[in-house]
T-cell receptor, first 111, second 112 residues
């Protein structure tokens, strides 16, 4: 079974803090994704990566950056957290048949 | 028009009922289709892929109608444990990176 893990299930941060969310997958997948999920808006793609050190912006990249130094690890960085970044953050990796496997999510609250 | 549209529900059905959800998509070049299930405050999990010929997995049947650009999910003999939000997912190609589009989900509540 594919396993995608995320570093934290719950995080509380203050406005202006730098926040790191980490994601690790164990299936040697090339493609990894970061989404945020908000009520009524569904899943929105922030960034994705198709290889080590390669990244592409998704639909809502503003206020975020990413890092992929190793194939199995994809990190999302909030440079200066703001209250409108309070959300559920979901990492996923993509399998050979284009299906996505999600991590358990990180529920981030920015105060 | 949204790229992928689902009726948000909620669909409240009694145990044992049959329920069907539809999901319409706007990009006629879409080629990969999936249904995911998401429990409250959990991550989405792949329920099943949707193939052109339709496919069945136990009580679940998924179908694709390319002419009308929608996919459907049929659940027979509903169980309480089927209560969840069902997301449809559409991608334009079958290889390489493509923009994956998620519907906002249809909520199902199975009632005893």
């Amino acid at each position: 079974d594919v396993k995608v893990t995320q570093s934290s299930r719950y995080l509380v941060k203050r406005t202006g803090e730098k926040v790191f969310l980490e994601c690790v997958q164990d299936m040697d997948h090339e493609n990894m994704f970061w989404y945020r999920q908000d009520p009524g808006l569904g899943l929105r793609l922030i960034y994705f990566s198709y290889d080590v050190k390669m990244k592409e912006k998704g639909d809502i990249p503003e206020g975020y950056s990413v890092s992929r130094e190793k194939k199995e690890r994809f990190s999302l960085i909030l440079e200066s957290a703001s209250t409108n970044q309070t959300s559920m953050y979901l990492c996923a990796s993509r399998g050979e048949e284009n299906e996505q496997f999600f991590g358990p999510g990180t529920r981030l609250t920015v105060l | 028009r949204k790229e992928v549209e689902q009726d948000p529900g909620p669909f409240n059905v009694p145990e044992g009922a049959t329920v069907a959800f539809n999901c319409t998509y706007s990009n006629s070049a879409s080629q990969s289709f999936f249904w995911y299930r998401q429990d409250c405050r959990k991550e989405p999990k792949l329920l099943m892929s949707v193939y052109s010929s339709g496919n069945e997995d136990g009580r679940f049947t998924a179908q694709l109608n390319r002419a009308s650009q929608y996919i459907s999910l049929l659940i027979r003999d509903s169980k309480l444990s089927d209560s969840a939000t069902y997301l449809c997912v559409v991608t334009p190609y079958s290889g390489g990176y493509q923009k994956v589009t998620f519907g906002t989900g249809t909520k199902l509540q199975v009632i005893p």
